[in-house]
């Protein structure tokens, strides 16, 4: 799942976003004979929401290239907005079990647009929490612009990952080996 950077000069963003989000699932799909995966990119869809299911899995890397490139296309204009977006996925079902692992990566500049409104000027935030419906053993937040998004996940459960902007082979390893559940240093 993927929210992307916002219009403007788009396109370059946008390929750089997609090759690295392809690089990770390469790597991914290497790393285990026993590994699917689906894609929701939330900034580039025209679907609203996020639909679990087992033919919404992909079993290699070629079907989830193939994925990828289908579903991140360039929109006119935003479909779901980044304050949005948690709630929707915490509102997300998956009766048949078919994920384990959400991967939500994000362009933010910061982590105060999931910020909670609190009477006690208390620092709350939104948190991914799809625990509830779907079961997620583990959600992997990843922060595009090297944004520390720890603030929106629920430990142990949830991990943060900040990645340089050059999205590197090295930063494309360490989303693979949270989405693994090994250490990752930052």
Known sequence: MKEMSSCGSRQRPFVREKKFIIKIGEKLFNSSQDVSAGIWAYGYTKRVSLVIKNDAMHHNFEEFSKAADAEMQ???KKILS??????VLNSCNDPQRSANCL???????????WKKKSE???DEYQKLNMTRNAKMTRIVAVGLKAVDLSKIVIQPVGIAVKVSQDYSDDDASKVVEAILKKSVEE
């Open 74 to 76: 360039l929109q006119n």
């Open 82 to 87: 980044n304050e949005r977006v948690i709630t």
């Open 103 to 113: 991967v939500f990566f994000s362009g933010v500049d910061d982590v105060s647009v």
């Open 120 to 122: 006690d000027n208390q």
